[in-house]
């Protein structure tokens, strides 16, 4: 893999990565109420596979219009690993060393009625919502451990969508 891939893939994933630690804060500080909306979440996910292939629609204007699977994966990536990374780490200094107890008790609230409500929108059994209500009990959205296993899921689901942005963008074998 080339210099230019790494370098133009961290930087747009440092671009992306700001950008949304930004916005989280925002949300945090001044609009707790935006945490459960379904849109921000998705406008996130925009966010991050426009950022990705367009990192990979510039390494492949940099490699003369000929890129293959790998150099068009790795481009992909590089941009969402270091975007998430940045965020977990936003995150962390947000919700741990930022907001105060009784806002971070709220978003807890928050979340966890977003869940519960979410479950019943999808049917699930009363015995169901029953067990992740006595799971709520001792969740802390705001554990380090929390944040980067939420971190390393979201990666987990940018990278199949980089590995189908990957196939679609590749155009030597």
Request: glycine letters at 6%.
């Given at each position: 893999?080339?210099d230019?891939?790494k370098k133009t893939a961290?930087?747009?994933?440092?671009?992306l990565g700001?950008l949304?630690?930004?916005?989280n804060?925002?949300?945090y500080f001044?609009?707790?109420?935006?945490?459960?909306n379904?849109g921000?979440g998705f406008?996130?996910l925009l966010?991050?596979?426009?950022c990705g292939?367009?990192?990979?629609?510039k390494?492949?204007?940099?490699s003369?219009?000929?890129?293959n699977?790998?150099?068009?994966?790795?481009?992909?990536?590089i941009?969402?690993?270091?975007a998430h990374?940045?965020?977990?780490?936003?995150?962390?200094i947000?919700?741990n060393l930022?907001i105060s107890?009784?806002?971070?008790?709220?978003?807890?609230k928050?979340?966890?009625?977003?869940?519960i409500?979410?479950?019943?929108l999808?049917?699930a059994?009363q015995k169901d919502?029953a067990n992740a209500?006595?799971l709520?009990?001792?969740?802390?959205p705001f554990a380090?451990?929390e944040i980067l296993?939420?971190?390393l899921?979201?990666?987990l689901?940018?990278s199949?969508?980089?590995?189908?942005v990957?196939?679609?963008?590749?155009?030597?074998?």
């Amino acid at each position: 893999m080339n210099d230019f891939v790494k370098k133009t893939a961290a930087k747009n994933g440092l671009i992306l990565g700001t950008l949304l630690t930004f916005l989280n804060a925002y949300i945090y500080f001044y609009n707790n109420s935006l945490i459960s909306n379904i849109g921000i979440g998705f406008f996130f996910l925009l966010l991050f596979i426009a950022c990705g292939i367009f990192s990979v629609l510039k390494v492949k204007s940099l490699s003369n219009g000929k890129i293959n699977f790998r150099t068009t994966f790795s481009a992909y990536f590089i941009t969402i690993l270091t975007a998430h990374a940045l965020i977990a780490l936003g995150l962390i200094i947000i919700t741990n060393l930022l907001i105060s107890p009784e806002i971070a008790e709220a978003i807890k609230k928050m979340i966890i009625d977003f869940n519960i409500n979410t479950l019943k929108l999808n049917n699930a059994s009363q015995k169901d919502i029953a067990n992740a209500i006595q799971l709520s009990k001792n969740y802390n959205p705001f554990a380090i451990t929390e944040i980067l296993s939420g971190s390393l899921k979201y990666l987990l689901r940018d990278s199949i969508i980089g590995l189908v942005v990957a196939a679609f963008f590749r155009n030597t074998k």
